[in-house]
């Protein structure tokens, strides 16, 4: 396992030969993987509730931590199913457990700053929030570029080919969550409608 883990840190200073060992040399791991997407929702949550004051006027507000966990696990599911459903039409060479696999590692910037300036902000005065925030935007950015390179060489695409897959990929991602957000309207309103003409029933008996 203590391969596994340090193999999670090889793909964030050497994407190109991690992601490729990933895939082909088939080191990934998809506990590691979804381990580390688990660390994430505890990082945001971490994050949300423990960063001074200061820097987080909404620290003392009401936490939903059933939405904070779906807000995180959708996007995740939303970009894997939308990306290998795109890459599926593309010649994509990657695999769904993949595309999983290489967006779980690409999270690992979001656990590893942002933990210590959650921490740190509550050493920090407010002249230095620059710098909390500039650590942020790198994680942020970092875990962009991870996930730009990874899924770039585990589909083998050239760079513009892979400009054009991840934006269809987002426009597919908001077509799903349409689809999705109007499946659930609908169904409750069935639901509402069974229940309802049940009601109207039981009060006529």
């Known amino acids: 396992m203590k391969q596994k883990i340090k193999f999670a840190f090889h793909i964030l200073f050497h994407p190109f030969d991690g992601f490729w060992d990933m895939k082909n040399e088939r080191k990934g791991n998809m506990f ?38 779906n807000k995180i696990l959708i ?11 795109i890459t599926t039409l593309m010649g994509g060479e990657g695999t769904f457990k993949d595309i999983i696999m290489t967006t779980g590692y690409a999270c690992l910037p979001l656990v590893i700053i942002p933990l210590p300036t959650t921490i740190l902000s509550n050493l920090a005065s407010y002249s230095e929030q620059v710098y909390l925030t500039a650590a942020n935007t790198i994680a942020t950015l970092w875990f962009f570029a991870l996930l ?27 077509a799903l969550l349409f689809i999705c957000l109007l499946f659930f309207n609908l169904f409750s309103q069935l639901i509402g409608f069974v229940y309802s003409i049940y009601k109207e029933i039981a009060l006529r008996t």
């Open 75 to 85: 996007l995740f599911l939303l970009f894997c199913i939308s990306n290998w459903s």
């Open 32 to 69: 590691v993987s979804l381990g580390i997407m688990l660390m994430v929702i505890v990082t945001n949550i971490f994050s949300r509730q423990a960063t001074a004051f200061l820097f987080n006027p909404q620290k003392y507000a009401p936490l939903d931590v059933v939405f904070e966990i």
């Open 148 to 174: 730009f390179i990874g899924i770039m060489t585990i589909h083998q695409y050239s760079f513009g080919k892979m400009l054009g897959t991840i934006v269809i990929t987002f426009i597919a991602m908001a």
